[in-house]
């Protein structure tokens, strides 16, 4: 049986990102306007901003997406809408158990966040897995398709949520 599914956790950052786009945009054009007026300090001051920026908008407007391909679920999360990064794979059949996020503190299981907190139709829960003899759980919001499919794969972990 073939199993493919794709659940995006994305956010609406309104006019705050396209903002934060012109503005790096017109310090790209300070940088090059003042290679010509100013010198070389007045382009590595508009440059220096520029990255700045970036790093910014790279922690600031976040994405996640969670794609379960047979029994392995890869949870990437998406930087400003340009970079990937591909935050771990879990096979859902050897997952540990899925807790609420009060029960894993409670259990002192470091926790990696791997959503958004906005959206209250998800579910959130953390899905541990047993790294290197310690528990690591991630944090992830499941759609009710997404978490069917948790459960046919791993009914001893998904049946109590």
Request: net charge positive.
């Amino acid at each position: 049986m073939d199993i493919f599914y794709e659940q995006f956790i994305t956010k609406d950052y309104g006019d705050i990102q396209k903002k934060f786009q012109s503005v790096r945009n017109t310090l790209v054009i300070l940088a090059m306007i003042s290679a010509v007026f100013v010198g070389t300090f007045g382009v590595v001051t508009f440059l220096m901003g520029y990255v700045i920026l970036g790093l910014i908008a790279r922690n600031l407007f976040l994405e996640y997406e969670y794609e379960i391909t047979e029994n392995e679920l890869v949870i990437t999360k998406i930087m400003n809408k340009k970079k990937r990064k591909v935050i771990t794979t879990l096979n859902i059949e050897k997952l540990v158990n899925a807790y609420s996020l009060e029960e894993a503190n409670n259990k002192n299981i470091r926790v990696v966040n791997a959503c958004i907190e906005d959206d209250k139709k998800l579910k959130e829960k953390i899905l541990v897995i047993n790294r290197d003899s310690k528990l690591v759980g991630f944090r992830v919001a499941m759609d009710k398709k997404l978490l069917s499919i948790c459960r046919k794969l791993n009914p001893m972990c998904f049946n109590s949520l």
